[in-house]
Structures are given as C-alpha cells and as structure tokens.
C-alpha cells in the first residue's frame, strides 16, 4: 500500500521560509509525477508545483521565484522549498504522487498525503 506523509509545516512571518517534505512508502513505487498542492481559506484546492519523472517541472505563477520542488530518488521523497512567504500562502499543503500526463492536474494523481498546515502572518 502506498502512503504519502508530510511534514514541515509551521507558523512563520511574511519574508520567511519553510521546507516541506513528503516521503512516499510502497514497495518499489516509483511516481511519475510527484506534485504539491494547496488549499488556502476559503478556496479550492490548487497546484502549487510538480516534478515529473523526465525532470519537467512546473509552478503556479503565484509561486515562481519563491518555491522550488525537489525530488530525492534514493530516498523516494520530495520537497517544496518556500522562500519569501506572504500571509497569501497560508493554506494546508499536500503531497501527492500518481502516473501519466503533464503532472499539472489532479486527476492525474492517485495518491495524496493528509496534509501540513502553513501558517504565514
């Protein structure tokens, strides 16, 4: 059975960084796409960034410059590194892991973590 657990999350000041990490368990599982989402108050849940298996990576316009995914193939875990946080980027932040296509969509994912609360004021 696969599993995504995050963690990372916390409170910080607007100016500050955070680094979020997801570990994925599962025997010999392997994403072709590994992505982070959001869902900030009182809003849907979007995509933040994502790491495709070739490399691609993509991010929301709201998050370039700032925030940089990573990926750790040994370790089978990925990062989101936020940089210059703004209160704009409070939301609960997922980690999710799935197969196929540009790596943009949620549907596209299959498995998702519980969630890490970030807190920025």
């Known amino acids: 059975d696969v599993q995504l657990v995050e963690s990372g999350g916390g409170s910080v000041q607007a100016g500050g960084s955070l680094r979020l990490s997801c570990e994925v368990s599962?025997?010999?599982?392997?994403?072709?796409?590994m992505g982070w989402f959001r869902q900030r108050p009182g809003k849907e849940r979007e995509g933040v960034a994502s790491y495709r298996c070739d490399g691609n990576i993509n991010y929301a316009d709201s998050v370039k410059g700032r925030f940089t995914i990573s990926k750790d193939k040994t370790k089978n875990a990925a990062y989101l590194q936020m940089d210059s946080l703004k209160p704009e980027d409070t939301g609960m932040y997922y980690c999710?892991?799935?197969?196929?296509?540009?790596?943009?969509?949620?549907?596209?994912?299959?498995?998702w973590g519980r969630g890490t609360q970030v807190t920025v004021s």
């Open positions: 599962g025997d010999r599982y392997e994403p072709y796409c």
């Open positions: 999710a892991a799935g197969g196929g296509g540009t790596c943009r969509e949620e549907d596209e994912y299959s498995h």
